[in-house]
């Protein structure tokens, strides 16, 4: 198989649900149980390396996070971005948020599942397996989701395969990278995939992402809509590709 036309690729939530990570929906009931979870509050502690949490506030973080969680929880708002638009201007809020969500996504994280649990990356492999770098633009991937699983994916099926290529390898990478229109872990990331690592690899991921309302994205926009004004067609997909 092989693409012959310019094709943009446009991926929704439910994209990589196939792997385990949370849709919309299901990312703002993670963050809104996090403060009634004392299990999952110990795993993200041990996760980064923390002491755990108690109510004498010997772990701050995880307290104010717990009270977000909280707050939000009480608030019942349907997305987590709807949420955080109220604290536009409140950058602690905002860091909070952003540390539950980036948190909650790459806690899913997991190499393994890319081998054997890849689902349609495998079929979009197929279509990009034997593509020349001088016809690798004739697939554009635009990505609504923050997760980089296709990412590394494709970057690792892309590297191995023309392995002692190399300058070949990054120039068809590049080339088909996912475009993340809200930011994204993206694989240039301190935290090694499926392994957060500290408390600023987690840091560093949260202040990555760009929540819908946030400005900043104008340049990600253009490239995006340049993408889809050069396509011979284009597939939005909002959940997993069967």
């Known amino acids: 198989m092989a693409i012959s036309k310019r094709t943009v690729l446009i991926l929704g939530a439910g994209a990589s649900q196939h792997l ?7 990312l703002i009931r993670k963050i809104k149980a996090f403060h009634a979870s004392a299990e999952e509050q110990k795993t993200f502690a041990n996760t980064l390396g923390l002491p755990p949490y108690d109510s004498s506030g010997a772990q701050p973080l995880l307290g104010n996070l717990c009270q977000f969680s909280k707050d939000c929880s009480h608030s019942r708002p349907t997305s987590i971005d709807s949420y ?19 948190y909650c996504i790459a806690s899913k994280e997991d190499a393994l599942k890319l081998i054997d649990q890849a689902g349609w990356y ?6 990009v397996r034997d593509i ?8 554009r991937i635009i990505t609504f989701n923050y997760d980089r699983s296709l ?44 392994d957060i690592g500290s ?16 400005t900043g994205t104008s340049q990600l926009h253009d490239r995006a809509r340049n993408y889809i004004e050069n396509a011979d067609r284009s597939e939005e997909h909002t959940s997993e590709l069967q």
């Not at 109220?86 to 539950?100: P, T, V």
């Not at 495998?122 to 279509?127: A, C, F, G, N, P």
């Not at 690899?201 to 819908?212: D, G, T, V």
């Open 20 to 26: 385990g990570y949370p849709t919309g929906f299901g």
């Open 84 to 102: 955080l638009e109220r604290f536009n201007i409140d950058s602690s809020m905002q860091l909070y948020g952003k540390l539950l969500i980036a």
């Open 122 to 127: 495998e079929r979009l492999w197929d279509y």
């Open 132 to 139: 020349e770098p001088r016809e690798a633009d004739r697939l």
């Open 151 to 194: 990412d590394l994916f494709l970057n690792d099926a892309v590297s191995y395969h023309w392995r002692g290529r190399g300058s070949t390898a990054t120039a068809i990478y590049d080339a088909i990278e996912p475009l993340h229109l809200h930011g994204g872990f993206y694989i240039r990331a301190k935290a090694m995939y499926g």
């Open 199 to 214: 408390y600023d690899n987690l840091r560093q991921m949260a202040e990555s992402l760009r929540l819908i309302f946030e």
